[in-house]
């Protein structure tokens, strides 16, 4: 299936098309196959289905189409070097969404065909029991990937913890030096972490053009908010970061071409934040009590979804957008440091 969906933004018109392009040598992207391909991963309207201004991003159609991709290569790796690449998590506690993203990592990992291994530790653990283990899959050859899930138990120090890391591993790309390289200009890191890389990648593969854009990043954390700054200067966007301290935030943010909000408060962005057309990526993800989602709760974003998708041309809805990224660039990484470990391209 050479099938590429891509998102045609036409602006001025302040209205989005979705462009099928065809790229499996049958010439029209007409084909039966095609059709059905389309039809099951065609954009859904909005997240409750009420009719939308905005384009809606479909970032679990996207991160499906890249892991298809990636479990595609990863074949062709066992195949041609006998090898599949290899993920460890390490997981402290308990913490019921902690142990949510872990399954699902470990999923994405299995349906991909990359080898996982958890080491889980209780709450109350020594800190040198799992610098040990980050030891053990630092030196293990099999392991391409390690991944130590955030936020850790208070009484250990997380810093002392994620310098142990093997650079060469650090498929999170929290490493200093993979963010250090990452802000200078003509420096290639070696990894980029997930969340942000899968932001740029919604926008690149939606057809969003970032190259001389205003872009307004809101938060600024060491994992979301300033690497997705730093990546949309690469890109050559113009970046402002609004952050919990900033002034007028509303004001500074309406500048913007391209909004991507990660700051953890439930609709902070409201409609009248937004320059007619911006387009808006919504990292948030909060949980909400509702007894009518079979958990118990849904999440919600920091965007106010209904607001926004009349003023923006293309929004990601929560959840649904960003989250299947945050996987599907995790599993990018570590066939990234496979492929270089085994020199396979
Ligand atoms: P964080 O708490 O570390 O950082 C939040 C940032 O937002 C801070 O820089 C803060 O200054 C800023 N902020 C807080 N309140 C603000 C306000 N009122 N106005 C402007 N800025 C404000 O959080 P984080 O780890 O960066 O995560 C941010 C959000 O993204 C959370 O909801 C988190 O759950 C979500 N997240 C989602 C994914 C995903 O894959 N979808 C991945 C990581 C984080």
Redesign the pocket.
């Known amino acids: 299936m050479g099938l590429q969906l891509a998102v045609v933004l036409e602006r001025g018109i302040g209205s989005a098309q979705l462009r099928v392009e065809d790229d499996d040598d049958d010439g029209d992207g007409d084909s039966e196959e095609d059709k059905s391909y389309y039809e099951h991963y065609k954009p859904k309207s909005t997240a409750n289905d009420q009719p939308s201004a905005a384009l809606v991003i479909d970032g679990k159609l996207i991160a499906d189409e890249i892991r298809f991709r990636i479990a595609e290569q990863v074949r062709r790796m066992k195949g041609s070097v006998g090898k599949v690449p290899g993920l460890a998590v390490i997981l402290v506690g308990d913490r019921r969404d902690s142990l949510t993203y872990v399954r699902n990592k470990v999923k994405a990992c299995e349906d991909a065909g990359i080898k996982s291994l958890v080491t889980q530790f209780p709450q109350n653990c020594k800190q040198d029991d799992v610098i040990h283990a980050l030891s053990t899959f630092n030196e293990d050859p099999s392991i391409h990937g390690i991944l130590v899930q955030l936020p850790l138990p208070q009484h250990l120090n997380e810093e002392k913890i994620l310098n142990e890391l093997k650079l060469e591993k650090d498929v999170d790309g929290f490493h200093p030096l993979n963010m250090g390289n990452l802000a200078m200009r003509g420096r290639e890191p070696l990894f980029i972490p997930c ?1 942000p890389k899968g932001c740029i990648e919604l926008l690149i593969r939606s057809g969003v053009e970032i190259m001389g854009k205003n872009a307004v990043v ?4 060491n ?3 300033l690497p997705t700054s730093l990546l949309l200067q690469r890109h050559h966007a113009t970046v402002t970061i ?3 301290l ?1 002034k007028n ?1 509303e004001q500074i943010t309406r500048e913007a071409d391209i909004v991507v909000t ?4 439930p609709n ?1 962005v409201r409609g009248n934040w937004l320059k007619p057309g911006a387009v808006v990526i919504d ?4 949980p909400v009590e509702d007894p009518s989602c079979e958990n118990g709760y849904r999440l919600i974003g ?1 965007v106010c979804y209904e607001e926004a998708s009349k003023v923006a041309s293309a929004i990601t809805p929560v959840p649904g957008g ?2 299947p990224m ?1 996987i599907a660039m995790l599993l990018s990484n570590t066939l990234d440091s496979a492929k270089r470990a085994y020199d396979f391209t």
């Open positions: 969340t809101i938060g600024r954390s994992i979301v908010g609004v952050h919990a900033t935030p990660a700051a953890g408060v902070l990292v948030g993800t909060f920091d960003v989250g945050t």
